[in-house]
């Protein structure tokens, strides 16, 4: 979380949804298990959302097929330029004119012994639009992260 942080020059929002992930997996494998498990009403509601923010001027996104999903630094993967990538964080985000994200991939040792996945959200309010924005959008945040982060692994703690 603190590269994230750290890029954005601070926080008006954070949170973070771990779950138990196979010994062995890097980062960038925990980041294209959650990306490429998108399901179809996530992009649905994707599409919704920039088609209702496009007029405003607001980033869009362009979906990548699962065959094409690479984690490779300056990728753009629907709405996250890939920024950084080592095997133990992959580090995304995009900055727009009312708010900036950083998604953080990040894999770590648990107490008890094995490993688990932390997808980690943070978002920087330029304006009041921005945290009008959020707040709007914020229950399908809250909705749909545990479930994208869940895809293919064991169930989410947040």
Known sequence: MASAVASLG????VDAVA??????TSAPEFAHRVLAATPEWVHRLLDVRDKITAPFGLHT????????IRIESGRKLGPILVRTVSEEEVL???DDKHLGFRASF???PTPAGG???????VI???????????KAIQPFHNLIIPRLVA???TSPSR
Do not use: K, M, S
Request: cysteine-free.
């Open 19 to 24: 779950v138990d992930i196979p010994e062995g």
């Open 115 to 121: 490993l688990e996945g932390v997808f980690t959200t």
């Open 106 to 108: 990040a894999v770590r």
């Open 151 to 153: 895809g293919g692994f």
């Open 124 to 134: 920087r309010y330029h304006n009041r639009a921005g945290r009008l924005y959020f």
């Open 92 to 94: 995304g985000g995009e």
């Open 10 to 13: 601070g926080y008006d929002h």
């Open 61 to 68: 996104q362009t979906r990548v097929a699962v065959p094409d």
